[in-house]
């Protein structure tokens, strides 16, 4: 009886998704919020990157909750690892050459990670891909040297201070104007540097704080392998 | 255009292989590099499908850093699947 039951809601639910997916079209946008998005952007936000000003403008108050589960996952992960011990990374160096040219590679990685984050609102990419970025290349010195180090509480300030940033400019715009996360700077000139009022700031401040969690938790995680 | 469209076909096919390979594979370290691949050819097919943003994203998080937390626990845990 359960069995025939569950085939016959699959049959049900198989048969609107096939439906819905027929007559959507590969390709073909049925709606018309994505054209209004496309073509009103400029003149509202001021902003050349339709996608980051509808990640960081229009829905802003997603990314604020996208930021604040990784902080939980990373938080979480701190906590399960937690050690009163402070403990050391037990991989042995890596060789010469991969040596010689990390500490080539990690300075560049570092500057491309800002470079991505600072020019969020320009070209693509912005602050999870730059802080990711970031995050990689301090990666690459963590497997090359065994004696590289990182400051947590430096790390840990600079995630929180982020987070602070990000949260007031939210309510900076509830107070000045009417909604949370409003766009409250002046607009200036689209493709320039300074423009966008303030999705810049609000991208930088991502940029850090993932930067800043994702080097935590991989530290986190290459302390805790034994030989 | 005709090339473009020959890439993506091997760029797709190539992507399905490694997929396979990654659920069959006994070796969990093949099978994380497998899971690899798959990230590198979703990146490179992100950015044909003028999705630049998804690219440097997959590249960032699928390629580098979600491999190598699986290494992590692979070396936490045991290699090689029962």
Not at chain 1, 2 to 8: P, T
Not at chain 2, 44 to 69: K, M, S, Y
Request: glycine share 10%; aromatic share 10%; proline share 2%.
């Amino acid at each position: 009886m359960r069995k025939v039951f569950a085939i016959l809601l699959l049959g049900i639910f198989g048969y609107y998704i096939l439906n819905t997916v027929l007559n959507l079209g590969f390709g073909n946008e049925p709606g018309t919020v994505g054209k209004h998005y496309l073509d009103s952007t400029i003149n509202n936000i001021g902003c050349v990157n339709t996608v980051t000003s509808i990640v960081v403008s229009y829905r802003g108050f997603d990314t604020l909750g996208e930021v604040t589960v990784l902080f939980l996952a990373a938080t979480g992960l701190g906590a399960i690892l937690y050690d009163k011990k402070s403990k050391k990374r037990e991989i042995q160096h890596a060789s010469l050459i991969v040596r010689v040219s990390s500490q080539i590679f990690y300075p560049i990685i570092v500057l491309l990670g800002a470079y991505v984050f600072v020019h969020g609102h320009l070209t693509p990419g912005g602050g999870f891909q730059g802080g990711a970025i970031i995050a990689t290349g301090v990666l690459l010195m963590f497997m090359s040297y065994r004696t590289f180090e990182t400051n947590h509480n430096i790390l840990s300030w600079i995630e929180s201070l982020a987070g602070i940033l990000f949260v007031s400019i939210g309510f900076t715009g509830l107070l000045l104007g009417h909604t949370f996360l409003e766009n409250f700077l002046p607009h200036g000139v689209p493709n320039e540097l300074v423009s966008g009022g303030i999705i810049p700031i609000i991208y930088i401040a991502v940029g850090f704080k993932v930067g800043a969690e994702l080097t935590t938790l991989l530290d986190n995680m290459l302390k805790t392998i034994r030989q | 255009m005709i090339w473009l469209s020959i890439l993506v076909f091997v760029l797709c096919v190539v992507l399905i292989v490694a997929a396979l390979f990654a659920i069959i594979q006994r070796d969990l370290m093949l099978a994380v590099i497998g899971t690899g691949a798959v990230s590198v050819i979703l990146s490179i097919l992100f950015l044909i499908l003028q999705a630049p943003d998804v690219a440097l994203t997959e590249a960032a998080i699928g390629i580098a850093l979600t491999t190598i937390i699986f290494i992590i626990t692979l070396k936490k845990t045991t290699r090689y699947e029962e």
